[in-house]
């Protein structure tokens, strides 16, 4: 047993969105903290990649996050102060739902309704078109005209890829380790604190965070571990043939449920600026994968249906020939919502699964983490994201 006091206080597996966003808030109180992943972040082996997340200030998943992503907001704001990158940007944001869609989002029904109450609970400022007049306003969008619009000025996408970089850069400068390229094999126990094993030998501290994506099951006990299921998604960028309908202040982000299966579901963005097509995707939750299988490959064919199935017909200006795609993997709880809490084996917290919704909170649950491995409060109120909610743990 090592009696020794740790080399540092908090450890944390895993670099990606929450990872990344707790070690450079660990770093900004000054605590002793280290950073583990497999590869050199920002990386396209996980779920923390492709350009553009969505960032939304109602949250149509509950509204009991919409703190978070507010906090999140004012933390871009003020990472893109510190560093001159461009973090977020505010594009707006539209919902649309017809009148028989059936798709779960993130694991909730009622997206477009639970997003309209959180917005009037919260007072955000937003605006429910008709869907003629969102038809009018975004030609790019071929509505049927039984579709429920909400549409949200403050809302855009977060750069993924920016974000991780400046956040490890901040972290950095601020005195955070990093053992990059480096396999986490085992946190345990070890005498005052924990023993992170990895592929270049072993590191000690007095805390463990596990924030490993669709790996994090390789760190919990096997009934906590039923409860991640790992999916690989896929993202498309269309070429776009109408520029006008994608011009700046034009084209917002989007999620679009229009129809009666659980698949029917689609969403996207404009074009970056400079950009010749516009990135979209749908979201599948039939097969799990292995993370460690070959899921990066991505078929013609795969494009193809992609286009056939959600998007011709609805999206007006691009083309049915994808520029170029990418995989990326989420990890999913039974019912779409996290999991932050510390286990019960050692000092450790965890802080996934984030089930395919977590970038846009990801600033502030690292901000929170570190408050709560620093003794102060957050918004991580008492048994929010609890992995004792399965009944199976």
């Keep these: 047993m090592n009696t020794a006091a740790p080399a540092y206080d908090v450890a944390i597996v895993g670099l990606g969105a929450m990872g990344v966003a707790t070690l450079y808030q660990l770093a900004r109180r000054g605590v002793r903290a280290i950073g ?43 990472l893109e102060a510190a ?4 973090l977020i940007t505010r594009c707006g944001f539209l919902a649309i739902a017809a009148a028989d869609a059936r798709a779960e989002m993130h694991g ?24 003629a007049e969102a038809a009018r306003r975004f030609p790019q969008f071929a509505l049927r005209g039984d ?53 270049v030998g072993d590191f000690h501290a007095a805390h463990a965070v596990v924030a490993a994506g669709a790996w994090a099951g390789d760190f919990v006990g096997a009934a906590l571990r039923l409860n991640f299921a790992i999916y690989r998604q896929v993202l498309h960028w269309l070429p776009v043939t109408a520029p006008g ?49 070959d899921w990066r490959d991505i078929s013609a064919d795969e494009a193809a249906t992609f286009y056939t199935r959600h998007v011709a017909g609805r999206i007006n200006g691009v083309g049915a020939v994808a520029a170029r795609s990418q995989a990326c993997i989420y990890t999913v709880t039974p019912d779409g919502d996290f999991v932050i809490d510390d286990l019960d084996s050692a000092p450790v917290t965890l802080v996934s699964a984030c089930s395919g919704h977590g970038f ?30 399965f009944a199976s743990v």
Aim: hydrophobic share 35%; net charge negative; aromatic share 8%.
């Design 36 to 78: 583990f992943d497999s590869f050199t972040p920002p990386h396209g082996f996980g779920s923390s990649h492709g350009e553009t997340r969505i960032t939304r200030q109602a949250i149509g998943e509950g509204a009991g996050y919409v703190p978070l992503v507010l906090r999140s907001h004012q933390i871009w704001d003020e």
């Design 83 to 86: 560093t001159g990158t461009r």
């Design 108 to 131: 909730k029904t009622g997206f477009v309704e639970t997003t309209i109450a959180a917005a009037r609970l919260h007072g955000i400022v937003h605006e429910l078109p008709t869907a």
């Design 147 to 199: 579709e429920t619009c909400y549409y949200e000025p403050g809302g855009g996408y977060v750069h993924p890829e920016a974000c991780i970089a400046a956040q490890l850069q901040e972290a950095q400068r601020l005195g955070a380790a990093l053992q990059l390229d480096t396999r986490v094999q085992a946190v345990v126990r070890d005498g005052v604190g924990v023993r992170i094993e990895t592929s």
């Design 245 to 293: 309908l994608f011009a700046p202040d034009a084209a917002p982000v989007f999620i679009w449920s229009y129809g009666a299966d659980s698949e029917d579901q689609l969403y996207g963005f404009p074009p970056l600026p400079g950009a010749t097509s516009m990135k979209c995707a749908a979201e599948y939750y039939r097969s799990t994968i292995d993370p460690d299988s």
């Design 360 to 389: 846009k909170h990801s600033a502030a649950i690292g901000e929170a983490v570190a408050q709560q491995l620093t003794g102060s409060s957050s918004l991580l109120s008492a048994g929010l994201f609890a992995a004792k909610r």
